[in-house]
C-alpha cells in the first residue's frame, strides 16, 4: 500500500518562471493538503482539498498560488511567477474518506518538494 | 499568533531513559492533538494522536498524555533510543481531525548514546 507521493522531490526555477507540485494521496484517501515549510521553521497550513472542490484555502496567499484535486490524477500546487521568498518544502497530506459516526483522522505526509528560487 | 507552542528547541536525553516533549495549545476549539517525527529532507511520520475526550494514549513506548484545564500535552518515549533522535512537532486540530492541522516549531530531540 503505497504512501503518499509527491514529484517532483527537488524543484530549480528561476525568479518569474512557474512551479508545479504534484500530489498523490495515500489509496482509499479523498482528502489532501498542502502545507509549507520555510526554513528552521514549523509547517503552516496552505489549502485542504476533496476531489473537484477546494475545502479551506484560508492559507493561501491571495496571488500567485492555486490548487487542484481534479476528479482524475494528482492534486497539483501551481505557483505563478515564483520569487526566491517561495524556496521552502512544500508538503502534501492525506486522510481518509470520512464515515458517519464520531471519529478522527490523522493526515499522512509525502515526502516533500523542495523548491528552490534562484 | 502561535496558537501551538513548543518551548524547547532542544532535548537531550540518555539512550534507555525517558523523553518528555511538551507542548502547550491556545486554541480552545482544538479537540484532537497529534505528535508527528522528522527527519532531514523527509516528510513529517505520524507517531501518535489523542482527542479531547481521552487524557491518555498509549502505542509501544509513546505514550501522550493531554491536560485540557491547562492546555498542555507531552509525549513521552521511554526507553530512549538512538533512532529517536529527530525533530518532533506537536500538531492541533479542530473537529476531531476534519480541518487543518497547525503545528508548533518543533523540538529536535537527541539521544545520547
Known amino acids: 500500500n503505497a504512501g503518499v507521493m509527491q514529484n517532483p522531490r527537488h524543484l530549480v526555477r528561476r525568479r518569474g518562471q512557474e512551479a508545479r507540485l504534484r500530489c498523490s494521496p495515500m489509496k482509499g484517501h479523498s482528502h489532501v493538503y498542502w502545507y509549507r515549510q520555510l526554513p528552521e521553521e514549523g509547517l503552516k497550513f496552505m489549502v485542504y482539498?476533496?476531489?473537484?472542490?477546494?475545502?479551506?484555502e484560508s492559507g493561501m496567499p491571495k496571488e500567485r498560488f492555486s490548487a487542484e484535486f481534479p476528479k482524475e490524477g494528482p492534486s497539483i500546487l501551481r505557483i505563478q511567477q515564483v520569487v526566491r521568498g517561495d524556496s521552502a518544502a512544500y508538503f502534501c497530506?492525506?486522510?481518509?474518506?470520512?464515515?458517519?459516526?464520531?471519529?478522527?483522522?490523522?493526515?499522512?505526509f509525502g515526502p516533500g518538494t523542495r523548491l528552490t528560487v534562484t | 499568533d502561535q496558537q501551538v507552542k513548543q518551548n524547547s528547541p532542544s532535548l537531550s536525553v540518555q539512550e534507555g531513559r525517558i523523553s518528555i516533549l511538551n507542548c502547550d495549545y491556545t486554541?480552545?476549539?482544538?479537540?484532537?492533538f497529534l505528535w508527528y517525527k522528522k527527519y532531514p529532507a523527509e516528510g513529517p511520520t505520524f507517531l501518535i494522536s489523542i482527542s479531547s475526550i481521552k487524557d491518555k494514549n498509549e502505542d509501544g513506548r509513546f505514550t501522550v498524555f493531554l491536560n485540557k484545564s491547562a492546555k498542555h500535552l507531552s509525549l513521552h518515549i521511554v526507553p530512549s533510543q538512538p533512532g529517536d533522535s529527530a525533530v518532533y512537532f506537536c500538531a492541533a486540530s479542530a473537529n476531531f481531525g476534519n480541518e487543518k492541522l497547525t503545528f508548533g516549531t518543533g523540538t529536535r530531540l537527541t539521544i545520547i548514546p
Open positions: 482539498l476533496q476531489k473537484e472542490n477546494i475545502i479551506d
Open positions: 486554541n480552545s476549539m482544538f479537540d484532537y
Open positions: 497530506a492525506s486522510s481518509p474518506l470520512r464515515t458517519s459516526g464520531p471519529s478522527s483522522y490523522e493526515q499522512y
